[in-house]
């Protein structure tokens, strides 16, 4: 995360009227909900989170809402993995990267110097946090509008959805490692409760184990089942 610039209420509302289409209201509870716990002088940190909390949902809705209408012929299980890949926390971080948040978004040094992984998931918080205001200050009208404008594009890009990761990596063990079936372990847990990160790693056979991360458990195994896929050709990475 970049280093934060403290901009006043005024200068943060206006550097997001042109990358949300949103003019703010109430300029105080933007600032509120972009400012870190690791930054906060009062309560401020506790307003990001509750408003990450508040965003996730609104962002989840929009969007399988957005699904249904751009795939009508999709079934459930496939409704289920573009929405996957759309909400997850690298596609927001990305997104993030796009409009230029980080650079926004108050934060202690310690914060701001985070790599990997925990990067990932401060970048998504705080877009989470973005879009939960949008819903407060100009309700659904305003969010669906900022969801739409970069999470439409990204959806269309996306080919095929692909099959559900751990299912097809039980399948082709089966086949390739003599019926053996995936072994997942929870390797760690990171995080606050309200937001965790889980490690999980995954084994089948003689082949070396696969690690992914996620913010459940069952995201987590899903990724490492498609690390695995990846990594042996099963998945090709377009």
Known sequence: MAASK????????????????????????LQR??????????????????????G????????????????????????SLRLNALVNA???????????LPELVRAGSDVRNLEGRKRTNLRADALESLIAVLYLDGGMDAARAFIHRYWQPRSQAMGAARR????????????AAAGAVPAYHI???????????????????????????????REAEQAAAATLLLREGVWSAA
């Open 56 to 79: 996730d949902r609104v962002l989840g809705l929009v969007v399988a809402d957005m699904l249904l209408a751009s795939f009508p012929d999709a079934a459930e299980g496939e409704l």
């Open 90 to 100: 690298e596609a927001l971080s990305e997104i993030s990267e796009q409009i230029g």
């Open 187 to 217: 390797d760690g847990r990171d995080g606050p409760d309200h937001d965790p990160v889980f490690t999980v790693s995954v084994k089948v056979g003689s082949f070396a184990p696969a690690v992914g991360s996620g913010r459940s458990k």
């Open 33 to 54: 909900a972009l400012t870190h716990a690791s930054a906060r002088s009062t309560h401020a940190g506790v307003d990001y989170e509750r408003f990450e909390f508040l």
């Open 164 to 175: 559900d990761a751990k299912t097809e990596l039980q399948e082709w063990a089966h086949q």
């Open 6 to 29: 403290r901009l006043t209420a005024d200068a943060l509302a206006e550097a997001l009227v042109e990358r949300t289409g949103h003019v703010f209201a109430d300029r105080q509870r």
